[in-house]
């Protein structure tokens, strides 16, 4: 049975982009992903599930050709993505990016394939840690209540259909990019802390990367 400190590594793969600072909110997460990943985000690029499209503006390279995907409109390309594929042809975008947005929907495996397919070059997914943030609402006094989950008594807007940790998200990641032939560059999560429990012998019980790290980040390239 591997060691502990030993387990917590075995889903990352190291790669060039520095996880390091960490954003507060949809502002600064835009801004964060510009810094973060200039280097590929040049050309034709694809944001699917933009919001407001925060990032258009916050895009280093000035000829980069920025189109944005939601199902609210206003975006470039209004779609919701459990109804329809990705209305692009087979490599058309440079780079595209898909973050904290396959949570939300029913059939995150086929658009993660279309992610794949409509790009030439580069594939940049974020997904949430969902098992730390329970035990981290609960260790904080939430009662175990979680934003996007829960039975509120009006529906909201704004809800996760899957609950996954970040050994989960990390399989889901690597054996989805290995079917349609795109190699991981980078995999690796944007926060690594959380609480110890230290049992006989003094080994933390909790040393589990579904309780130390945060949100997946993946880069993937063709």
């Known amino acids: 049975m591997p060691q502990l400190a030993e387990r917590l590594h075995e889903p990352r793969i190291p790669g060039p982009y520095d996880l390091s600072p960490r954003y507060t909110d949809r502002v600064t997460k835009a801004s964060w992903i510009a810094r973060t990943f200039a280097p590929v985000l040049r050309g034709r690029i694809l944001d699917v599930g933009c919001d407001e499209g925060r990032l258009r503006h916050e895009i280093q390279d000035p000829s980069a050709?920025?189109?944005?995907?939601?199902?609210?409109?206003g975006a470039d390309v209004?779609?919701?993505?459990?109804?329809?594929?990705?209305?692009?042809?087979?490599?058309?975008?440079?780079?595209?990016l898909c973050t904290d947005v396959l949570e939300h929907l029913t059939r995150p495996h086929e658009v993660f394939d279309e992610l794949c397919r409509v790009s030439a070059d580069t594939v940049i997914v974020s997904l949430p840690n969902s098992v730390r943030s329970l035990l981290l609402a609960i260790l904080e006094g939430g009662e175990g209540r979680l934003k996007h989950y829960g039975l509120p008594a009006e529906p909201p807007a704004d809800r996760h259909k899957w609950f996954f940790g970040f050994e989960d998200a990390a399989s889901f990641?690597?054996?989805?990019?290995?079917?349609?032939?795109?190699?991981?560059?980078?995999?690796?999560a944007e926060d690594e802390q959380g609480p110890y429990w230290i049992g006989p012998g003094g080994a933390d019980l909790l040393q589990s990367p579904n309780i130390r790290l945060g949100t997946l980040w993946a880069v993937l390239r063709r």
């Open 65 to 73: 050709r920025y189109i944005g995907l939601d199902v609210n409109p």
């Open 173 to 188: 990641v690597r054996e989805r990019a290995e079917r349609v032939g795109m190699r991981i560059e980078q995999l690796d």
């Open 78 to 96: 209004v779609l919701d993505l459990d109804l329809g594929d990705l209305p692009f042809e087979d490599r058309a975008f440079d780079c595209v």
